[in-house]
């Protein structure tokens, strides 16, 4: 059976990190990766673009890529995006027997102790660990996840296509700088950013001003622009 990838994020906004991390995911696994805006992110302060204008950069960012699509299924319900809640909809949907494999990086995975119901996951999904710069999986683990992780880490991806859910692998890739964080600090302070994110994206970001960048040159045209009401 064809595993599910998803790969949740705030994206705002997303980057080129983001994607080579889901294009290695997706490649990795064999599987089509579904990258899922988060509408209301927990344990983060308010984004700073809405969830529309998120998830319309995914939109964006995943045209003509191959085995990509954007999942908006946490904008299409109420209240905050627990992982817990999200997962237990898409079981809902196609059963219990599919492989579920959950793509995220190294610093959101160290935190996994404190995500909502997070020895329920383990129940869920899998896990697909990418290494993050400041961030190694190879440093201290916080010991309640060390001993949740006894048995669970994976050689290889055949053990993820094997089983529906429970366990955990590192996703061999080479480590990417970017952060949006980094970037909505580089618009707001007029530094160099757009180098960071498909053009279409930067094309949006100025012809919606977000994160305070300036409008675009009058005269250049805007790939990816949409027109949609966000
Ligand atoms: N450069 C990266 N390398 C590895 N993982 C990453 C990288 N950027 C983001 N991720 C992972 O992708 C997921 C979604 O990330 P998110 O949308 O929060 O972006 P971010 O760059 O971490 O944003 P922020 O700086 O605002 O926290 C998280 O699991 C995060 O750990
Ligand atoms: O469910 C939780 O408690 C929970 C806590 C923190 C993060 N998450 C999810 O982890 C993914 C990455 O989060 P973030 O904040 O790094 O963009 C995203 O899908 C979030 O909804 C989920």
Same mark, same amino acid.
């Given at each position: ?7 949740? =994020? +705030? ?5 080129? /990190? ?16 579904? $990258? ?32 990509? %699509?954007?999942? !908006?299924?946490? $904008? ?9 809640? +999200?997962? !237990?909809?898409? &079981?809902?949907?196609?059963?219990? &027997? ?6 995220? =990086? ?7 102790? /404190?995500?909502?119901?997070?020895? %329920? ?12 710069? /400041? +961030? ?7 010991? +309640?996840?060390?001993? %949740? ?17 429970? !366990?955990? $692998? ?20 007029? /530094? ?13 970001? !100025? ?17 990816? %622009? ?5």
């Amino acid at each position: 059976m064809e595993p599910w990838l998803i790969y949740g =994020g +705030t994206f705002d906004p997303v980057h080129l /990190g983001h994607l080579a991390i889901a294009r290695n995911g997706r490649d990795v696994l064999r599987a089509p990766v579904h $990258l899922m805006p988060a509408a209301d992110p927990p344990h983060r302060a308010p984004p700073g673009a809405s969830a529309a204008h998120r998830a319309r950069m995914l939109d964006i960012a995943v045209e003509g890529e191959p085995g990509m %699509a954007v999942d !908006r299924r946490e $904008l299409e319900r109420e209240g905050r995006s627990w992982s817990v809640d +999200t997962l !237990r909809g898409l &079981r809902d949907e196609i059963g219990g &027997r599919r492989p579920v494999v959950l793509l995220l =990086g190294a610093d959101s995975f160290l935190g996994l102790p /404190g995500w909502k119901e997070w020895q %329920a996951l383990f129940e869920l999904a899998h896990f697909m660990v990418a290494e993050r710069p /400041g +961030t190694r999986l190879d440093g201290a683990l916080p010991e +309640t996840l060390r001993a %949740a992780l006894a048995g669970r880490w994976a050689d290889s991806v055949e053990a993820l296509r094997a089983s529906p859910a429970g !366990r955990v $692998l590192r996703l061999d890739q080479p480590l990417h700088p970017h952060s949006a964080s980094a970037i909505r600090r580089a618009i707001a302070q007029g /530094g160099p950013w757009e180098a960071q994110v498909p053009a279409g994206v930067a094309a949006y970001i !100025r012809r919606h001003r977000l994160y305070g960048a300036e409008a675009e040159p009058a005269s250049g045209a805007s790939p990816g %622009a949409s027109s949609q009401q966000v």
